[in-house]
């Protein structure tokens, strides 16, 4: 939990609500059909109980924050290209909203999904 002191009091941001600002840009994103589950035992924990933020992962680094984000990718767009957006959204979104510098934002494309034609 990253926190912040003005002459109101103190301002805590939670990992979760960092996670949520990024799994929202990133779901937002052009070219990103749906987030994967980072491991094995989030896939399974996510069959349990549905969390918003699966496939997001937020570290601070002493000032600074490091995202992690696992994505499922439209089938027939630049991979790169999306990869690069998402991350620039996320970066933009994460910084305009909570104040804080974002260090680095990795992208991990886990899959491609064909989207129905019909």
């Known amino acids: 939990m990253n926190s912040a002191t003005n002459t109101l009091g103190s301002v805590y941001i939670s990992h979760r609500s960092i ?18 589950a980072k491991n094995l035992a989030e896939s399974i924990s996510q069959v349990l109980v ?10 601070f680094d002493g000032a600074e924050v490091n995202i992690d984000v696992y994505v499922i990718v439209e089938y027939g767009t630049r991979i790169k290209s999306v990869a690069s957006s998402v991350s620039e959204n996320i970066k933009y979104q994460v910084e305009n909203t909570t104040g804080l510098s974002v260090n680095q934002v990795n ?9 129905n034609t019909d």
Request: some cysteine; proline content about 3%.
């Open 50 to 59: 549905k969390d918003p933020i699966l496939g997001v992962e937020v570290a």
């Open 107 to 115: 992208i991990h494309v886990r899959g491609l999904r064909i989207s």
């Open 19 to 36: 996670a949520s600002i990024a799994c929202q840009s990133a779901l937002a994103s052009y070219g990103v059909v749906g987030l994967a």
